[in-house]
């Protein structure tokens, strides 16, 4: 199973924060640098993408390639994060693989009250092709309450049906996307309160190839789409209006997480066929790129939170993937 056109899995991912008075002081406006930490859950320490933060600092995540015999596992991570015990185990009920993808902030307490969201799988193939079921859990504790999520106009192509939940808002709207019965991919929102599906997001600019991956508390949405020319570029959704961001002098460029003052993170891909985090004003449409000093040309970010940390991954020299949190050093 693997997050969606995402690098390392083809085809597919430090301290508390300060109390919730203080949840939405931006300090990223005046980043100079950020200061890297890696997030390894050592049931397997080979393979770890981090792939959402919530304002109280709690990543969600997974462990394992997918390789057979190597599945993905989830799990959450609460401060310090340098410890085994810093994780907990979220899978959903009778899988064989899971990704949390995505979390959100809905409690002055670190966890009561969150909604995770993210997908599954009930195999685990030689060949990674696997079926791929979103998922939401709330229930305001660890355990919670499982419920599956999958758009109704997912199709079955050679026998396999994606469909995956990327993030989730604190309205409790989650972002996702599938792949219908022509293997064209599309964005949707599922508003988790009401069980019910928005009609399909199409970029204009896709040929039946978008992605919605986050999604910010006013609703607006970033994600990525395919040309008619197959270049994949980043994209910011406000309404019904589609903006296109495109890293400076790169070849691709994704979009994967967003917050609400309007900063959102990705990767892009530059002409040597390198990979970097991007950090972008979706105002502007600049972005930056910034690497894990040891993953340089490697590195990922998946998600943001309001207080400009970042999470994702990168490749270590041992070809292992490691996941990552970036927290942002601001001017005085």
């Not at 994967?256 to 993170?265: C, D, I, P, S, W």
Request: aromatic letters at 10%.
């Amino acid at each position: 199973m693997k997050i969606h056109i995402l690098p390392v899995i083809v085809g597919s991912a430090i301290s508390f924060a300060l109390p919730i008075s203080a949840q939405h002081t931006n300090t990223s406006a005046a980043v100079v640098a950020f200061t890297f930490k890696d997030i390894i859950n050592n049931n397997d320490p080979t393979f770890n993408q981090e792939l959402g933060i919530n304002d109280f600092g709690v990543i969600a995540g997974y462990f394992g390639s997918g390789a057979a015999g190597h599945p993905n596992k989830g799990y959450i991570v609460f401060a310090p994060y340098n410890t085994q015990s810093s994780f907990s185990n979220e899978n959903f009920p009778g899988s064989v693989q899971t990704q949390v993808t995505g979390l959100n902030t809905k409690s002055e307490t670190p966890f009561a009250g969150t909604i995770t969201v993210g997908f599954w799988s009930d195999t685990n193939n030689v060949n990674l092709v696997n079926n791929n079921f979103g998922f939401v859990n709330y229930g305001g504790n660890l355990i919670g309450v499982f419920i599956n999520v999958n758009y109704p106009k997912t199709g079955t192509i050679n026998g396999v049906r994606t469909n995956q939940l990327l993030g989730v808002n604190n309205e409790n709207i989650a972002v996702g996307f599938y792949v219908d019965t022509a293997g064209k991919t599309h964005g949707y929102t599922y508003d988790i309160a009401l069980n019910s599906f928005s009609k399909n997001i199409d970029d204009p600019n896709g040929i039946g190839a978008t992605t919605a991956a986050g999604i910010n508390d006013m609703n607006q949405i970033v994600g990525f789409y395919t040309d008619g020319t197959g270049v994949t570029h980043g994209f910011f959704k406000k309404g019904k209006v589609f903006k296109t961001i495109d890293a400076a002098e790169a070849t691709a460029t994704s979009l994967l997480g967003l917050n609400n003052f309007g900063e959102a993170v990705g990767f892009d891909i530059d002409a040597e066929g390198a990979m970097h985090g991007i950090v972008c004003d979706v105002a502007t449409g600049n972005c930056t790129q910034v690497d894990d000093p040891k993953g340089i040309g490697t590195t990922t970010f998946n998600g943001l939170n309001d207080r400009g940390q970042i999470v994702g991954f990168y490749v270590n020299g041992a070809g292992n993937t490691i996941g990552l949190l970036a927290k942002p050093i601001a001017t005085p």
